[in-house]
């Protein structure tokens, strides 16, 4: 958990930093590359929690089948 708790307080950091740029009126590319890596963040966030509860809580072979769904879905 120790993990996950560095990755939120990263991706608030960078929250933090779009929130500056936004007040600095920067220009808009580099707010949307900023947003862009904090989606990316948030979605490698999403899947380590989800794999830390399938590792949890499922078989092996329960695990394997939706760990594809799962990725597929996040891909969307």
């Known amino acids: 958990m120790?993990?996950?708790d560095k990755r939120v307080s990263r991706i608030l950091g960078q929250m933090r930093g779009i929130q500056n740029m936004v007040k600095e009126e920067r220009d808009c590319?580099?707010?949307?590359?900023?947003?862009?890596a904090v989606k990316k963040a948030i979605d490698g966030l999403s899947l380590e929690i989800i794999s830390l509860y399938m590792?949890?809580?499922l078989t092996p072979d329960?695990?394997?089948?939706?760990?594809?769904?799962?990725?597929?879905a996040i891909e969307l």
């Open 62 to 72: 329960q695990a394997k089948k939706f760990e594809k769904i799962i990725n597929r």
């Open 2 to 4: 120790d993990q996950l």
């Open 55 to 57: 590792k949890k809580e």
């Open 29 to 36: 590319i580099e707010i949307l590359q900023q947003m862009s």
